[in-house]
């Protein structure tokens, strides 16, 4: 099994433009959008933070927090997002463990519950979070699922 590392941006923040990066290759947002909101975490303008997970210098998995990842519940907030792992290390329990990371981190600092919008079905419930209502995404034909972690 890897040996894989688990930080914050804070902890790496050399790695915010390799982060950004990242993120955009994987979910085609503009790096720069992705850019504001890790210097705005890194500089402490806000708590809602980027965690990452590590094998070696390479980032193998990642996801974010915001305010309001593109949907209709503005008062839902802040939003994991871009929770994603690269299919060469799926099924080895990394995006558990990401989550795992920003719901204590977010806790610690006051800031629960948190929320977060997805096709999926089965996967976030193992990790505590529930089904909460349905929301309409920017842009998007039908609505999508909306989680929250207590």
């Given at each position: 099994m890897p040996e894989y590392t688990?930080?914050?941006?804070?902890?790496?923040p050399e790695l915010k433009e390799t982060a950004a990066n990242w993120f955009h290759e994987r979910?085609?947002?503009?790096?720069r959008?992705?850019?504001?909101?890790?210097t705005d975490y890194i500089d402490r303008r806000?708590?809602?933070g980027w965690y990452l997970c590590m094998l070696g210098d390479r980032i193998v998995g990642g996801l974010g927090v915001i305010e309001n990842d593109f949907h209709d519940r503005k008062d839902l907030s802040p939003?994991?997002?871009?929770?994603?792992?690269?299919?060469?290390?799926?099924?080895?329990?990394?995006a558990g463990?990401?989550?795992?990371?920003?719901?204590?981190?977010?806790?610690?600092?006051?800031?629960?519950?948190l929320y977060l919008v997805t096709d999926h079905t089965g996967f976030y419930e193992r990790y505590g979070w529930e089904f909460y209502c349905m929301?309409?995404?920017?842009?998007?034909?039908?609505?999508?699922?909306l989680y929250i972690h207590r």
């Open positions: 688990y930080i914050t941006l804070r902890q790496r979910w085609g947002i503009p790096a959008a992705y850019l504001e909101c890790m806000t708590e809602n939003n994991v997002c871009a929770v994603y792992t690269d299919e060469a290390y799926r099924g080895q329990g990394i463990r990401l989550l795992d990371l920003v719901v204590g981190d977010m806790k610690e600092k006051g800031i629960s519950p929301a309409q995404g920017d842009g998007e034909p039908e609505p999508t699922r």
